[in-house]
């Protein structure tokens, strides 16, 4: 099940952090300002287009907004990522 209330929590906490308005949020992803604040307050949900538009303007990472714990989602993906590009050369990684 996903919790929006956690997701909205993490897309306001990382938002006020880079000191952006929920007005300029919305005009970014192309929503209105009252579904933004919505889906902070875990009143609404977000679709997944609006969710990537969300990550891409804020310019944070997926698991950040999605998991409870960044700290034990990161390693875990870390981790996959490195043994998928352990036998590629340069060029192969990007």
């Known amino acids: 099940m996903i919790d929006y209330s956690s997701i909205g929590y993490k897309v306001k906490e990382v938002r006020v952090k880079k000191g952006i308005t929920q ?4 005009e970014a992803v192309g929503v209105g300002v009252t579904h ?7 009143s609404g949900t977000v679709s997944l287009k609006v969710f990537v538009a969300i990550v891409n303007f804020l310019d944070c990472s997926a698991d950040e907004l999605l998991c409870k714990e960044i700290n034990t989602a990161r390693p875990i993906v870390d981790s996959w990522l490195a043994e998928l590009v352990a ?6 990684c990007k």
Do not use: P, R, V
Not at 23 to 26: D, F, H, I, T
Not at 87 to 92: E, F, G, Q
């Open 36 to 42: 933004i604040s919505h889906l902070e307050t875990g």
């Open 23 to 26: 007005e300029q949020l919305a």
């Open 87 to 92: 036998d590629c050369d340069t060029s192969d």
